[in-house]
């Protein structure tokens, strides 16, 4: 059996010990193209059975791990291989979205991101600058609270109202600026229209002068990959630069959620 799986130090803390050897164990079962028996493992990982065995114990009750009864043997389980599809479709949606957050800064002339959902709070993942000398800059990495942006609040609206119900219980509506909305019903409000008209709309509430507009990716099942918005200084907003980006944003996202569905064109 090949040892160096074994952890190289052993770090005094148990919760990072515990941690290292779970990363050690799926990597050790990801090796294998077969079920790897439990005193293989054991002596893979340098660990006593006795751990070994609350520790499968604990990830084949999750998932993570998965037992195979007739083999005696364990291999990497479901819910494992369903991280590693989230992430390979989130790197998806960002090389399938990229081309028309291009497309999109050039038909209306301001900055861009694609955004997913990150714990309860918007992530940009892509983003575009516009060319003008005055220009809203969305830093990859950057998180904001989905009740203050624009690509926050459609991702928002399209979730299932019993999910929209634990976040509002669980959330403070915090003013990142003075024109942060902080009342949960005026919140519901702006969700309620989101998902009537298929866009959102920030006026300086997480950058005080920037006005957001903001439309979902959605799945065939209609459940929110991300969200594209556009962001603009508020000088240049008016009710022209609205009609033009509400149209262009919302066939970008129909477009990319089409495609990331697979879904033929109409």
Same mark, same amino acid.
């Given at each position: 059996?090949?040892? +160096?799986?074994? %952890?190289?130090?052993?770090?005094?803390?148990?919760? &990072?010990?515990?941690?290292?050897?779970? %990363?050690? !164990?799926?990597?050790? %079962?990801?090796?294998?193209?077969?079920? @790897?028996?439990?005193?293989?493992?054991?002596?893979?990982?340098?660990?006593? =059975?006795?751990?070994?065995? /609350?520790?499968? $114990?604990? !990830?084949?009750?999750?998932?993570? &791990?998965?037992?195979?009864?007739?083999?005696?043997?364990?291999?990497?389980?479901?819910?494992?291989?369903? !991280?590693?599809?989230?992430?390979?479709?989130?790197?998806?949606?960002?090389?399938?979205?990229?081309?028309?957050?291009?497309?999109? #800064?050039?038909?209306?002339?301001?900055?861009?991101?694609? +955004?997913?959902?990150?714990?309860? /709070?918007?992530?940009? &993942?892509?983003?575009? +600058?516009?060319?003008?000398? %005055? &220009?809203?800059?969305? =830093?990859?990495?950057?998180?904001?609270?989905?009740?203050?942006?624009?690509?926050? $609040? @459609?991702?928002?609206?399209?979730?299932?109202?019993?999910?929209?119900? #634990?976040? *509002?219980?669980?959330?403070?509506?915090?003013?990142? #600026?003075?024109?942060?909305?902080?009342?949960?019903?005026?919140?519901? $409000?702006? !969700?309620?229209?989101?998902?009537?008209?298929?866009?959102?709309?920030?006026?300086?509430?997480?950058?005080?002068?920037?006005?957001?507009?903001?439309?979902?990716?959605?799945?065939?099942?209609? /459940?929110?990959?991300?969200? *594209? +918005?556009?962001?603009?200084?508020?000088?240049?907003?008016?009710?022209?630069?609205?009609?033009?980006?509400?149209?262009?944003?919302?066939?970008?996202?129909?477009?990319?959620?089409?495609?990331?569905?697979?879904?033929?064109?109409?």
């Amino acid at each position: 059996m090949d040892m +160096n799986f074994r %952890l190289a130090t052993d770090p005094a803390s148990g919760a &990072v010990k515990s941690a290292g050897r779970v %990363l050690d !164990l799926f990597e050790l %079962l990801a090796r294998y193209d077969r079920e @790897v028996p439990h005193a293989e493992i054991a002596e893979g990982l340098g660990i006593p =059975r006795s751990s070994l065995t /609350q520790l499968l $114990k604990d !990830l084949v009750a999750r998932g993570y &791990v998965a037992f195979h009864a007739p083999s005696r043997g364990y291999r990497l389980g479901p819910a494992f291989a369903a !991280l590693a599809r989230h992430v390979g479709a989130s790197e998806d949606l960002i090389g399938l979205a990229e081309p028309f957050l291009r497309e999109l #800064t050039e038909r209306t002339g301001e900055s861009s991101a694609l +955004n997913r959902l990150k714990g309860w /709070q918007a992530e940009v &993942v892509a983003t575009v +600058n516009g060319p003008h000398r %005055l &220009v809203t800059h969305m =830093r990859l990495g950057d998180l904001a609270p989905l009740y203050a942006t624009s690509g926050g $609040k @459609v991702i928002l609206a399209s979730l299932t109202d019993a999910e929209i119900d #634990t976040y *509002l219980a669980s959330t403070v509506l915090e003013p990142v #600026t003075p024109d942060t909305i902080v009342s949960k019903d005026a919140l519901r $409000k702006e !969700l309620d229209a989101a998902r009537r008209d298929g866009v959102a709309f920030s006026f300086g509430e997480f950058t005080p002068g920037i006005v957001g507009i903001g439309a979902p990716i959605l799945s065939a099942t209609g /459940q929110p990959l991300g969200s *594209l +918005n556009v962001a603009m200084p508020s000088i240049r907003y008016s009710p022209e630069a609205r009609a033009r980006v509400t149209e262009a944003i919302r066939r970008a996202t129909r477009e990319i959620s089409r495609r990331a569905s697979r879904a033929p064109a109409d």
